[in-house]
């Protein structure tokens, strides 16, 4: 089985690149980000993310999600995931700093993220944009409500881009001057590499 994962910003156009490809290929299966129960759950709890307790909740509902996920995925010969578990750990250690505090993560999700770790993907890739690119595409975007954008390109993305880009199963592709389909056929050609490999 082979188990990659498609990174980057909101907007930058990676659930696009996903479905032209699907179109394209039904050998490839794609895994799209799925949180609609956790969302469903944490507003039902009234759980607030800004808050220390609650937070480590919200992050185990978000990892133990992702751990199903991951084993959904793992049942065909090659899965592609839209965002994948290397996203949640991602976040999971990263949002307090992007919100100024300074909480013990790790100890109390050792854990699950213990499991998380056993759904990390064999390679990653990374779409890259300019931030100005990322606020344009998201404009023309009328079909996605991302109230999350400008806290996540200011606070949250100068942060994803040093963690992502300093590993090294993590591949880059720049993406400012690329059409949806350019996008996608790079998208395509790595993963053919990847499953040749």
Same mark, same amino acid.
């Given at each position: 089985?082979?188990?990659?994962?498609? /990174?980057?910003?909101?907007?930058?156009?990676?659930?696009?690149? !996903?479905?032209?490809?699907?179109?394209?290929?039904?050998?490839?299966?794609?895994?799209?980000?799925? +949180?609609?129960?956790?969302?469903?759950?944490?507003?039902?709890?009234?759980? *607030?993310?800004?808050?220390? +307790?609650?937070?480590?909740?919200?992050?185990?509902?978000?990892? !133990?999600?992702?751990?199903?996920?991951? /084993? !959904?995925?793992? /049942? #065909?010969?090659?899965?592609?995931? =839209?965002?994948?578990?290397?996203?949640?750990?991602?976040?999971?250690?990263? #949002?307090?700093?992007?919100?100024?505090?300074?909480?013990?993560?790790?100890?109390?999700?050792?854990?699950?993220?213990? !499991?998380?770790?056993?759904?990390?993907?064999?390679?990653?890739?990374?779409?890259?944009?300019? +931030? &100005?690119?990322?606020?344009?595409?998201?404009?023309? *975007?009328?079909?996605?409500?991302?109230?999350?954008? *400008?806290?996540?390109?200011?606070?949250?993305?100068?942060?994803?881009? %040093?963690?992502?880009?300093?590993?090294?199963?993590?591949?880059?592709? &720049?993406? =400012?001057?690329?059409? %949806?389909?350019?996008?996608?056929?790079?998208?395509?050609?790595?993963?053919?590499? /990847?499953?040749?490999?």
């Amino acid at each position: 089985m082979v188990n990659l994962s498609l /990174q980057g910003s909101m907007a930058v156009g990676k659930t696009t690149a !996903l479905r032209l490809i699907e179109k394209h290929d039904s050998t490839i299966h794609i895994s799209y980000e799925e +949180n609609k129960q956790v969302v469903d759950e944490i507003r039902n709890r009234k759980l *607030d993310k800004n808050r220390y +307790n609650d937070y480590i909740e919200i992050q185990r509902l978000f990892i !133990l999600n992702e751990v199903k996920r991951y /084993q !959904l995925a793992s /049942q #065909y010969n090659c899965s592609i995931m =839209d965002f994948g578990a290397e996203e949640i750990e991602f976040y999971t250690l990263n #949002y307090p700093k992007a919100i100024g505090v300074d909480w013990e993560v790790a100890k109390p999700l050792e854990t699950e993220l213990k !499991l998380l770790k056993r759904c990390f993907p064999k390679r990653i890739l990374y779409l890259n944009a300019a +931030n &100005e690119t990322l606020v344009e595409r998201k404009k023309r *975007d009328i079909s996605r409500n991302r109230e999350f954008f *400008d806290f996540y390109v200011q606070k949250l993305l100068p942060l994803k881009r %040093e963690w992502f880009f300093n590993q090294d199963v993590v591949d880059v592709i &720049e993406v =400012d001057s690329k059409s %949806e389909r350019e996008v996608s056929d790079s998208v395509y050609e790595w993963i053919g590499i /990847q499953m040749n490999k």
